[in-house]
């Protein structure tokens, strides 16, 4: 009575019923999907299912130790292919689903990180562009040099005027000195009176 008041209300979440299914992991059943595949397309594979095959006709047409489960059209078998096939294409397209995800994210990824090289190289450029620009405007080896010279040349040039002048100076000063020296050893004559 009791459960029937509990299903009757609305309010209450009503408890699972039936069977519960074992939850299997979409990364572990994906694993699994992809090592198959990847099984299926070995050399090994094909050498298993042809000796597997080669023995289950040998002994079903040869009946050895009274084996004759199935007989010359091989149903049996052609149902075992069948159920092979029916399992391994959707297992085949879940790997191959898998991949392209897989490549999906590497195309993203390395497309990312061309647009970051892309940017770090135009970044690069402009700089190397602003480096070339200030290096214009630094002097050179050659042009400092040039310019020394020239430099040194006016230096000799503005040295020889002074000197020239400082020798004019004192020529100016040996002569005015004379020119006293002179005036003194003339006799005085004093006023002159009439």
């Known amino acids: 009575m009791a459960d029937q008041a509990r299903e009757a209300r609305l309010d209450q979440p009503r408890e699972p019923r039936g069977v ?22 070995t050399p090994q594979f094909i050498a298993y299912m042809t000796i597997f095959v080669i ?33 391994a294409a959707p297992l085949i397209l879940l ?20 647009t970051a090289q892309k940017a770090d190289t135009e970044y690069l450029a402009r700089e190397i562009a602003a480096l070339r620009i200030a290096l214009g405007e630094v002097a050179t080896r050659d042009f400092l040099r040039s310019e020394l010279s020239r430099l040194a040349e006016e230096l000799d040039e503005v040295a020889q005027r002074r000197q020239r002048l400082e020798a004019r100076q004192r020529e100016r000063r040996h002569a005015g000195q004379r020119a006293e020296s002179s005036r003194f050893d003339e006799p005085y004559e004093g006023p002159e009176t009439d």
Request: net charge positive; hydrophobic share 45%.
């Open 20 to 41: 519960r299914l074992p939850r299997i992991s979409g990364e572990s059943f994906g694993h699994f999907a992809e090592a198959f595949a990847r099984f299926m397309g």
């Open 95 to 114: 790997a191959q689903n898998r991949q392209a995800d897989r490549d999906r994210f590497a195309v993203e990824e390395d497309r990312r990180r061309a």
């Open 55 to 87: 023995v289950w006709i040998v002994l079903n047409l040869a009946g050895i130790f009274g084996l004759h489960w199935d007989p010359y059209p091989f149903i049996l078998l052609n149902l075992f292919f069948s159920t092979q096939a029916s399992y």
